[in-house]
């Protein structure tokens, strides 16, 4: 089975610190995306990433910086946390293919709150 | 503007009580549809891939179908194991996916 670790399940942090979000997949997997859930909004994308040092932005960069300097490791950075950065946070990773698309293995989600 | 629409945001059902949820999309050159699950403090766990109209997948109570501009997800005789948040979401072609907004199923008992 396919695991996507999130390094902490919960955080806390102050206005204006770097935030970090760590995300480690073992299934070789080239494709890796960071979403944020949030209440009647439901899953936005931050960003993603079809390769090492390869970054694209997604629907909500403003605010947030990636890293992938490994295949496994997709980072998420905040780089001034503020309060409306509270949010849960998920990372995916999937399978690149020519063909038929797969679907994204998610892991089980930082809740990050910014006092 | 790709959207993707599901209804009811909740729905409650007895024990056995079959029922149907829907995912209404509106994109472009569609990929490809997917359905996850989703328990609480959990992230989306996967459930099916459909990729053309009239393609049905089936696992245990559940059964999706996807039509030229909708899915659904059909629950028969659902268990209170199966409450959960179940998340459509569509890929376009060279892009990421785009996730509709849930629909929380509580099913008693």
């Given amino acids: ?115 | 503007e790709d959207q993707v629409t599901q209804s009811p945001e909740a729905l409650r059902l007895q024990e056995g009580e079959s029922s149907s949820l829907n995912c209404s999309y509106t994109v472009s050159g569609l990929r490809g549809l997917f359905w996850y699950r989703q328990d609480p403090g959990k992230g989306p766990e996967f459930l099916f891939t459909l990729y053309s109209a009239g393609e049905e997948k089936e696992k245990e109570r559940l059964k999706a179908t996807l039509t030229k501009k909708e899915s659904f997800l059909h629950i028969t005789a659902p268990k209170p194991e199966d409450s959960a948040t179940y998340l459509c979401a569509v890929e376009k072609a060279g892009t990421a996916l785009i996730f509709g907004k849930g629909t929380t199923l509580s099913v008693s008992s």
């Fill in chain 1, 1 to 115: 089975d396919v695991k996507v670790t999130q390094s902490s399940r919960y955080l806390v942090k102050r206005t204006g610190e770097k935030v970090f979000l760590e995300c480690v997949q073992d299934m070789d997997h080239e494709n890796m995306f960071w979403y944020r859930q949030d209440p009647g909004l439901g899953l936005r994308l931050i960003y993603f990433s079809y390769d090492v040092k390869m970054k694209e932005k997604g629907d909500i960069p403003e605010g947030y910086s990636v890293s992938r300097e490994k295949k496994e490791r997709f980072s998420l950075i905040l780089e001034s946390a503020s309060t409306n950065q509270t949010s849960m946070y998920l990372c995916a990773s999937s399978i690149k293919t020519g063909g038929s698309n797969q679907p994204q293995h998610f892991g089980d989600g930082t809740r990050l709150s910014i006092l």
